[in-house]
Structure formats: structure tokens, C-alpha cells
């Protein structure tokens, strides 16, 4: 019922930014934290960024200073906002939520498609 659906990604030369989006929807009764993954080719999935309920935040060290996440708890939708990207930042990006479905339900983790983000030198 729970959806993520992730747009924004693309391909840009290095320095450049991107905006990533994650909107949730379907049968939500509220959404605690979210997070921002990311898996190059050939390598595990990483976390790159965090956000919690109330706002507190934390970066991978490979992207602190560069990427900036957010939320929006009116649209229930994430943001990372990408700068000065390089190519070592190309990889499919994926957002996740911790989703409670009702008021009775235990939270659980929710995951989107992926959106490819690619960075050229």
C-alpha cells in the first residue's frame, strides 16, 4: 500500500548539483525517520544520509559538506540536495522511511525504486 517514489536523478559533469526527491504515499498514519542509500556498481549498499523525525541529521563522511538532507512532513517527502558532485558519487540512490501504516501498527521500513544518478569527469 506504502509507496516511495524517487525522482531528480540524471546525469551532470562533475561539480555540478542534483536535487533528489522521495515522495511517500498510500496508507500512512505518520512517517518517523528517512534516510538516503546509495549502491555503485560492483559495491555494497551505503548509507549516505539520515534524517530523523524531529529533523537531526548525519552524513556519510564521503559527503559531508556536499549533500544536504531535508524533509517536508506536510508533502511526506525527503530531499537531498547534491553539490559540487563527483564521479565517485555515481550510483543508484534510494530513499527509505521508517512508516507507521496505522496508530496500532509497530513502524516499518519502506524502501523506493532507486534513481539513477551518474557524474561524468
Known amino acids: 500500500q506504502v509507496q516511495l517514489v524517487e525522482s531528480g536523478g540524471g546525469l551532470v559533469q562533475a561539480g555540478g548539483s542534483l536535487r533528489l526527491s522521495c515522495a511517500a504515499s498510500g496508507s500512512i498514519f505518520s512517517i518517523n525517520a528517512m534516510s538516503w542509500y546509495r549502491q555503485a556498481p560492483g559495491k555494497q549498499r551505503e548509507l549516505v544520509a539520515h534524517i530523523t523525525g524531529s529533523g537531526s541529521t548525519n552524513y556519510a563522511d564521503s559527503v559531508k559538506g556536499r549533500f544536504t538532507i531535508s524533509r517536508d512532513n506536510a508533502k511526506n517527502t525527503l530531499y537531498l540536495q547534491m553539490n559540487n558532485l563527483k564521479p565517485e558519487d555515481t550510483a543508484v540512490y534510494y530513499c527509505?522511511?521508517?512508516?507507521?501504516?496505522?496508530?496500532?501498527?509497530?513502524?516499518?521500513?519502506?524502501w523506493g525504486q532507486g534513481t539513477q544518478v551518474t557524474v561524468s569527469s
Open positions: 527509505k522511511a521508517v512508516i507507521e501504516v496505522t496508530r496500532w501498527a509497530y513502524p516499518n521500513d519502506y
